[in-house]
């Protein structure tokens, strides 16, 4: 697969270039990654932050045999105040949006925790298990409600 970059800082992700062209990654933090920054269509019950565009990637409406939507709601929290309610709700939406690793036999677990760690940065953490029995650990930080 090729590598995918989340960087923290810029809030901001990119494919990686190496001098060799495209890095390639053997890991999962670029699926988990595109499954986290790639905007979900937001559901019938769930407000967008515009009142109207509800989002999502284009190439949901080509899925096939029951697969669900790419993406996450984390864009649903960019205007949201830094609350209990805001921070569990990004955890969840992560939990959704990762939970395609487990349907399809990737991963046997998903471990998601957040914390805010300054004004208006949420970090969350996930864990994932393996179906050879390895955990792999990542760490993203997003910007919340504009601080």
């Known amino acids: 697969?090729?590598?995918f970059d989340y960087d923290n800082?810029?809030?901001?992700g990119d494919f990686t270039l190496i001098?060799?062209?495209?890095?390639r990654d053997d890991s999962l933090r670029t699926v988990v990654q595109i499954s986290l920054f790639t905007d979900a269509r937001a559901r019938s019950d769930e407000t967008p932050p515009s009142g109207t565009d509800r989002r999502g990637?284009?190439?949901d409406a080509l899925a096939e045999n029951g697969q669900g939507p790419i993406g996450s709601n984390?864009?649903?929290?960019?205007r949201a105040k830094q609350t209990e309610d805001t921070r569990k709700g990004m955890e969840d939406g992560a939990r959704r949006a990762l939970a395609w690793l487990i349907a399809d036999g990737i991963v046997q677990q998903i471990e998601v925790r957040s914390e805010w760690v300054?004004?208006?940065f949420l970090r969350t953490h996930v864990a994932l298990l393996r179906?050879?029995?390895t955990w792999e650990r990542f760490g993203f930080d997003k910007l919340v409600g504009g601080a």
């Open 1 to 3: 697969m090729i590598a």
């Open 9 to 12: 800082t810029k809030q901001t």
């Open 19 to 23: 001098a060799a062209g495209l890095l």
């Open 57 to 59: 990637w284009v190439g």
């Open 74 to 78: 984390w864009w649903l929290f960019e």
């Open 118 to 120: 300054s004004r208006g």
């Open 131 to 133: 179906v050879d029995g």
